[in-house]
């Protein structure tokens, strides 16, 4: 369970989260939506420790993780982050997705093993030895998730992982980010600008804006009964 409480980040003077409230349970899948600017990735970064809030915090099972920073590298075990743009990507697919179980110090037949079911999962099987160069933009994002689950973290952390996806992409990752919460049961923290994403994905949306959450909800919830105008606004319904 990952708890936000009164979570606020100033960069100088601008104050991007003011007051940021929200649960996230054990296994659901909770899409934070708002508008470009609206603190998105700054709050999915304070969550994986990336960046600590200027108030407030945050729990991990009880726990305050930025407290103690003798303690970071094992929260952040526990958690892994896809981003909008895959990260540097000069090693072919196999070491790509092989980071974080040689930080484990997992034995290579193991590793060699975890990464043939990853590759399973997100249908690129043979893709060991390919290159980046020669991945498109989609399955550039699917081996991101692959090397994101395959040390089977506990909070799947992933900010606007389809922004730079064509349609056809993006129903790639979402269909995968649906079955891998379905299989593994992963808490999954997504961030998105496209509404329907959430609708599409998320058990729970939280709509931020200026710097906290206007509405926390189910998609149905919150399309039945915006909180207000801003929201409603927002997730395109006129009022
Ligand atoms: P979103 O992901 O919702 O688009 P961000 O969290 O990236 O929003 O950014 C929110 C605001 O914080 C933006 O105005 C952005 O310019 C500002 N911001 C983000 N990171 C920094 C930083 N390191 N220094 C200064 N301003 C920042
Ligand atoms: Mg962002």
Same mark, same amino acid.
């Given at each position: 369970?990952?708890?936000?409480?009164?979570?606020?980040?100033?960069?100088?003077?601008?104050?991007?989260?003011?007051?940021?409230?929200?649960?996230?349970?054990?296994?659901?899948?909770?899409?934070?939506?708002?508008? +470009?600017?609206?603190?998105?990735?700054?709050?999915?970064?304070?969550?994986?420790?990336?960046?600590?809030?200027?108030?407030?915090?945050?729990?991990?099972?009880?726990?305050?993780?930025?407290?103690?920073?003798?303690?970071?590298?094992?929260?952040?075990?526990?958690?892994?982050?896809?981003?909008?743009?895959?990260?540097?990507?000069?090693?072919?697919?196999?070491?790509?997705?092989?980071?974080?179980?040689?930080?484990?110090?997992?034995?290579?037949?193991?590793?060699?093993?975890?990464?043939?079911?990853?590759?399973?999962?997100?249908?690129?099987?043979?893709?060991?030895?390919?290159?980046?160069?020669?991945? +498109?933009?989609?399955?550039?994002?699917? &081996?991101?998730?692959?090397?994101?689950?395959?040390?089977?973290?506990?909070?799947?952390?992933?900010?606007?992982?389809?922004?730079?996806?064509?349609?056809?992409?993006?129903?790639?990752?979402?269909?995968?980010?649906?079955?891998?919460?379905?299989?593994?049961?992963?808490? &999954?923290?997504?961030?998105?600008?496209?509404?329907?994403?959430?609708?599409?994905?998320?058990?729970?949306?939280?709509?931020?804006?200026?710097?906290?959450?206007?509405?926390?909800?189910?998609?149905?919830?919150?399309?039945?009964?915006?909180?207000?105008?801003?929201?409603?606004?927002?997730?395109?319904?006129?009022?």
């Amino acid at each position: 369970m990952i708890e936000i409480e009164h979570v606020a980040k100033k960069f100088g003077d601008k104050e991007v989260l003011r007051d940021v409230n929200a649960v996230i349970r054990d296994g659901e899948i909770f899409a934070i939506i708002g508008p +470009s600017g609206s603190g998105k990735s700054t709050l999915l970064r304070i969550i994986n420790l990336l960046d600590r809030p200027s108030g407030g915090r945050v729990l991990l099972d009880g726990e305050d993780i930025h407290a103690e920073r003798n303690q970071a590298l094992s929260y952040r075990r526990k958690m892994a982050m896809v981003f909008q743009k895959p990260a540097a990507f000069n090693e072919n697919v196999y070491e790509n997705i092989a980071i974080g179980l040689r930080m484990r110090h997992l034995p290579e037949p193991a590793i060699r093993q975890k990464i043939e079911e990853a590759l399973e999962v997100i249908g690129l099987t043979g893709y060991e030895k390919r290159r980046a160069k020669t991945l +498109s933009g989609g399955e550039m994002q699917r &081996v991101a998730l692959a090397r994101a689950i395959v040390t089977e973290p506990a909070v799947l952390l992933m900010d606007e992982p389809t922004a730079n996806l064509d349609p056809v992409s993006t129903a790639a990752i979402e269909d995968l980010v649906l079955q891998i919460n379905r299989k593994f049961g992963q808490t &999954v923290v997504i961030s998105t600008h496209d509404m329907l994403q959430g609708q599409r994905l998320a058990h729970r949306i939280g709509v931020m804006m200026d710097g906290v959450f206007s509405q926390i909800g189910t998609p149905r919830e919150v399309f039945a009964m915006p909180k207000n105008k801003h929201v409603a606004r927002f997730i395109g319904i006129e009022n």
